[in-house]
Antibody, heavy 131, light 112 residues
Framework: EVQLVQSGAEVKKSGESLTISCKASGYLFDTYWITWVRQMPGKRLEWMGMIDPNDSNRKYSPSFNGHVSISADRSVSTVYLQWSSLRASDTAMYYC????????????????????????WGQGTPVTVSS | DIVLTQTPLSLSVTPGQAASISCKSSQRLLHSDGRTYLYWYLQKPGQSPQLLIYEVSSRFSGVPDRFSGSGSGTDFTLRISRVEADDAGVYYCMQGKNLPPYTFGQGTKLEI
């Protein structure tokens, strides 16, 4: 069974650093990108970024680029989401998900990605940041 | 970024009735590869989102055939033919045409 199991709830203060995790099982870890999605209280889903565990190629949303970092450790089939300096506005539920159906197109050495649906989700990690 | 607008934002239906949710995109979602990258998810209360439909109209594994997706260009629809109590939650459309970023609609809350 494909599973993504996330780390537990976090309570932090503004300015602190934080790393949350997403451990994959039930499939070949290297063969699917993993993505992170934010959901602020009562709000819509927001895509943050994703990583290819095979080569650590990353794509970030412009809205989150520079504020978070995504990494992967193939030895433990785990993807991480990191903040170096939290803000109160980072208070949210964070989900990881596996990306399937992703297509890669390359022309003259330049490659782009299209498609990709999130077929398996973690249970979510609630993060609370106080000011 | 591509903006997705869902209507209605909330919907109340009786079990056995049909329900439809619209998702309109600010840009055409047809890729040059011939695929259209529009997806539908359901987030039940207190749960993680779950995939219902991919590439406009393909049902994900285990999704009942009461759920169907249609549309093209910039206009897409999710239809539930006979709503059941377990269908309650928030439905989101998502696009993945040119990455990054993926973008989601604002969500439609379905009450049974």
């Amino acid at each position: 069974e494909v599973q993504l199991v996330q780390s537990g709830a976090e309570v932090k203060k503004s300015g602190e650093s934080l790393t949350i995790s997403c451990k994959a099982s039930g499939y070949l870890f290297d063969t699917y990108w993993i993505t992170w999605v934010r959901q602020m209280p009562g709000k819509r889903l927001e895509w943050m970024g994703m990583i290819d565990p095979n080569d650590s190629n990353r794509k970030y949303s412009p809205s989150f680029n520079g504020h978070v970092s995504i990494s992967a450790d193939r030895s433990v089939s785990t993807v991480y989401l990191q903040w170096s300096s939290l803000r109160a506005s980072d208070t949210a539920m964070y989900y990881c998900a596996r990306v399937a159906g992703l297509y890669k197109y390359c022309t003259d050495g330049l490659c782009s990605l299209s498609g990709g649906y999130f077929d398996t989700w973690g249970q979510g990690t609630p993060v609370t940041v106080s000011s | 970024d591509i903006v997705l607008t869902q209507t209605p934002l909330s919907l109340s239906v009786t079990p056995g009735q049909a329900a439809s949710i619209s998702c309109k995109s600010s840009q055409r979602l047809l890729h040059s590869d011939g695929r259209t990258y529009l997806y539908w998810y359901l987030q039940k209360p207190g749960q993680s989102p779950q995939l219902l439909i991919y590439e406009v109209s393909s049902r994900f594994s285990g999704v009942p055939d009461r759920f169907s997706g249609s549309g093209s260009g910039t206009d897409f629809t999710l239809r539930i033919s006979r709503v059941e109590a377990d269908d309650a939650g928030v439905y989101y459309c998502m696009q993945g045409k040119n990455l990054p970023p993926y973008t989601f609609g604002q969500g439609t809350k379905l009450e049974i």
